[in-house]
């Protein structure tokens, strides 16, 4: 993964829901090809589920988790509350206007869409981390002169 220009590169867990709809899938497949860019790591959600005791405390213990959920019903969501896992950062896929059916021909523009959608709630959580700017409106993020 490699080093952002302001701040840690803290591990990124993505669990996608991987449903059984073309939205479920394009979470499955954003994962995976965010992993394969170096873009966090996609992780075992059934395991989760399972209540497996190393996956639930992989998840409790990560520093930045991303949910992806392909619809409003959110099973990925769900799982994580189940298991005790705050849910900070969560997608779902039919927000992006993406609409729900069971045509599993992932168009790549919508895959797209998604990686930008994680992409985007990693860049508002880590600028929610961020001191504020000083009064001049000079940032301390990364000149450490504030």
Same mark, same amino acid.
């Given at each position: 993964?490699?080093? %952002?220009?302001c701040?840690?590169?803290?591990?990124?867990?993505?669990?996608?829901?991987? &449903? #059984?709809?073309n939205?479920?899938?394009l979470?499955?497949?954003?994962?995976?090809?965010?992993?394969?860019?170096?873009? #966090?790591?996609?992780f075992?959600? !059934? &395991?989760?589920?399972?209540?497996l005791? #190393?996956?639930?405390?992989?998840?409790?213990?990560?520093?930045t988790?991303? !949910?992806?959920? &392909?619809? %409003?019903?959110?099973? !990925?969501?769900?799982?994580?509350?189940?298991?005790?896992?705050?849910?900070?950062?969560?997608l779902?896929?039919t927000?992006?206007?993406?609409e729900?059916?069971?045509d599993?021909?992932?168009?790549?523009?919508?895959?797209?869409d998604?990686?930008?959608?994680?992409?985007?709630?990693? !860049?508002?959580?880590?600028?929610?981390?961020?001191?504020?700017?000083?009064?001049? #409106?000079?940032?301390?993020?990364?000149?450490g002169?504030?």
């Amino acid at each position: 993964m490699s080093e %952002s220009s302001c701040g840690s590169n803290g591990q990124i867990m993505i669990l996608p829901c991987s &449903g #059984g709809s073309n939205v479920g899938q394009l979470s499955n497949k954003a994962a995976v090809e965010l992993t394969k860019e170096g873009f #966090g790591k996609m992780f075992c959600l !059934a &395991g989760i589920g399972a209540h497996l005791g #190393g996956f639930v405390k992989s998840a409790q213990d990560i520093p930045t988790l991303i !949910a992806i959920d &392909g619809c %409003s019903v959110g099973c !990925a969501k769900t799982i994580l509350e189940h298991a005790q896992i705050p849910v900070k950062n969560h997608l779902v896929i039919t927000d992006l206007g993406i609409e729900k059916n069971k045509d599993l021909n992932l168009k790549e523009s919508e895959i797209n869409d998604v990686k930008q959608g994680v992409k985007k709630i990693y !860049a508002k959580e880590v600028a929610s981390k961020l001191p504020p700017p000083n009064i001049m #409106g000079v940032g301390c993020c990364c000149s450490g002169k504030c």
